[in-house]
């Protein structure tokens, strides 16, 4: 078997799609989203994200700013500025870039977004809600999981889905998703992680692989039933001689392998990846949404 | 092989018994822990538990109050008691018996008690701080769990536990602290509900079972392997002639079939029940304790 490839690129264009026409809507009603992003010191990585969040505003009709603070800013400096944007308007998505400087406690400053603005679905109000599977801003790589699930068809009801990795980010909201009683869940969900004594055990008996671990190789074709849906999170710089930065991106699955033996799977590059982004704006345009009605 | 039981009104009463200690400090400190019960309506059931909570309260030092209100209070009335009892600084836990009646949103008025007093922990900002492993008021059944474990030296880490049911008071929330990375948890979770396939395939490969689907017979002697622990949350009242009151009260375990092959099992009654209101006092006084320190 040679899997077929679950391309997110695809589906991230098609969200962006639907979001054009909410947009013009809103921008008609004189409601222009807008998304903050706050990031903190020079981490290389970081910028690079917040550029191409930024980006990818501007190409879809998002108003976005970016406001760059030096790395020794305090924390009391921080939480004045999340204050402000609490309470401007005209802002409808705050997004502090994390990491932070370890001298800024990241729980403090999350929870001090108030959460109709926690476009990143961080804040304890949005991750509780969604433990008790009520309305709020969904993470945006587990909400783009989802979207993949919907736009290839793939329904995770009475399926025994696993995912490797407990992270605050992907594993465990995406696992708490998984199991909620609602039409596009109701999996049945194990998480394995590092104490895990024997990933293949519950792997082998997996319909869907969800991989959030951070480690290539995580996931062989031999740990997995043909036919399984594999879905890859991963994306793990590597060396690479050949390669023209002398490095190239893989993922937790050992993607030659697995692709023989799984009947779906997401590359990467350019399966979960392209997601993140696209629900990120889709949150953004939700709470200009919902903030405009209020 | 005949199960050992494990029994919760011995470690209940060590738990009360710490508590002692606490409670005699706090009042040293000139801090009386006092624990506010709302009940609105006339079930039963409910008014039962709300007894039998405010009983253990008066034997255990702690100060308590029940406020009975009709079944047809209104929801703004019943906000306006939440809001004076957030502003009361004499109380340090509120606790509103569900359910409430049908008018009254359950959600709205969970959200409307300061997360601080929320002693039940099912306020959004107590949920997503047990979803992220930080420090909150963990729900009173399944932090009751947790202390027969520990007073039973049962180390769930890297075992393989499996959790039936999926409800916001116990499946959920035991299954989201079972996973997290700390001394007491780390297994490996797999949440089985209404939807599963086949329970007993991962049944039959766990170390640990919880049960709290709210059926009996849910769980057979064939469905588990030798050794096992099983935690029986459920509390399932079946027709018995031969009973004096022509009814008696069973957990969701085929009793009789699983302690021949489990090696520990919580009886019904007597196993988790009583740890639900021990935690509720353990809460109340956290509460106190931290209010105070305010």
Request: glycine share 8%; aromatic share 4%.
């Given at each position: 078997m040679i899997a077929q490839l679950l391309d997110g690129r695809i589906v991230a264009n098609a969200v962006y799609h639907d979001l054009k026409n909410e947009i013009d809507q809103l921008r008609e009603d004189g409601c222009e989203p807008f998304l903050t992003v706050v990031i903190v010191g020079d981490d290389p990585a970081s910028k690079t994200?917040?550029?191409?969040?930024?980006?990818?505003?501007?190409?879809?009709?998002?108003?976005?700013?970016?406001?760059?603070?030096?790395?020794?800013?305090?924390?009391?400096?921080?939480?004045?500025?999340?204050?402000?944007?609490?309470?401007?308007?005209?802002?409808?998505?705050?997004?502090?870039?994390?990491?932070?400087?370890?001298?800024?406690?990241?729980?403090?400053?999350?929870?001090?977004?108030?959460?109709?603005?926690?476009?990143?679905?961080?804040?304890?109000?949005?991750?509780?809600?969604?433990?008790?599977?009520?309305?709020?801003?969904?993470?945006?790589?587990?909400?783009?999981?989802?979207?993949?699930?919907?736009?290839?068809?793939?329904?995770?009801?009475?399926?025994?889905?696993?995912?490797?990795?407990?992270?605050?980010?992907?594993?465990?909201?995406?696992?708490?998703?998984?199991?909620?009683?609602?039409?596009?869940?109701?999996?049945?969900?194990?998480?394995?992680?590092?104490a895990t004594a024997d990933v293949s055990q519950h792997t082998k008996m997996a319909d869907i692989v969800v991989l959030a671990a951070g480690h290539p190789h995580t996931l062989t074709g031999d740990m997995i039933k043909p036919g399984c849906v594999v879905i890859d999170v991963g994306t793990n710089r590597v060396e690479d001689a050949q390669a023209e930065k002398g490095y190239r991106w893989v993922g937790d699955a050992d993607f030659d392998s697995v692709k023989e033996i799984a009947g779906m799977i997401t590359p990467v590059p350019g399966g979960v990846g392209p997601m993140t982004i696209a629900m990120l704006l889709k949150n953004t345009v939700r709470a200009a949404k919902l903030l405009h009605q209020k």
């Open positions: 994200y917040v550029r191409n969040k930024h980006r990818a505003c501007e190409k879809n009709g998002i108003r976005s700013e970016t406001i760059e603070l030096p790395a020794e800013t305090t924390e009391a400096d921080l939480l004045g500025l999340i204050s402000e944007l609490n309470g401007n308007d005209d802002v409808h998505g705050i997004l502090v870039q994390l990491p932070l400087p370890g001298h800024i406690r990241e729980d403090r400053i999350i929870e001090a977004i108030v959460p109709e603005k926690d476009v990143d679905g961080f804040h304890p109000v949005n991750r509780g809600k969604l433990a008790a599977g009520a309305d709020c801003f969904e993470p945006c790589t587990p909400a783009g999981i989802r979207h993949i699930f919907k736009h290839y068809h793939i329904e995770p009801k009475g399926k025994h889905l696993v995912v490797i990795g407990r992270s605050q980010i992907v594993g465990i909201p995406f696992a708490l998703m998984m199991m909620q009683k609602k039409e596009w869940a109701n999996a049945t969900v194990t998480v394995c992680h590092t």
